[in-house]
Nanobody
């Protein structure tokens, strides 16, 4: 069993930054690939970024160069640093594990954290 808890969401102006955290608990979590997904109103949930246990990363085209995913396996925490935020980044952001080899979602989800980009 794996538990994922997201934090760090909030309201930010366009061009601003936020850092999301995903705290994971459960056995062998450090061996899992972890993904950040987001879902905007009326849209499908989409992969934003993923990181493997060996620190390989993958980003959606829409966030590449603006977002950075990282992990601390001692703290069992995955981070998503979001810079140059745009209104279209507004969504509920979810942590997911373990992502598949093709970066599909695994069975464990956090509760989500709301990110709103607005002036």
């Amino acid at each position: 069993q794996v538990q994922l808890v997201e934090s760090g969401g909030g309201l930010v102006q366009p061009g601003g930054s936020l850092t999301l955290s995903c705290a994971a608990s459960g056995s062998l979590v450090s061996l899992y690939a972890v993904g950040w997904y987001r879902q905007a109103p009326g849209k499908q949930r989409e992969l934003v970024a993923g990181i493997t246990s060996s620190f390989g990363t993958n980003y959606a085209n829409s966030v590449n160069g603006r977002f950075t995913i990282s992990r601390d396996n001692v703290k069992n925490t995955v981070y998503l640093q979001m810079n140059s935020l745009k209104p279209e980044d507004t969504a509920v952001y979810y942590c997911n594990a373990p992502t598949t080899a093709a970066w599909g979602p695994g069975p464990y989800w956090g509760q989500g954290t709301q990110v709103t980009v607005s002036s």
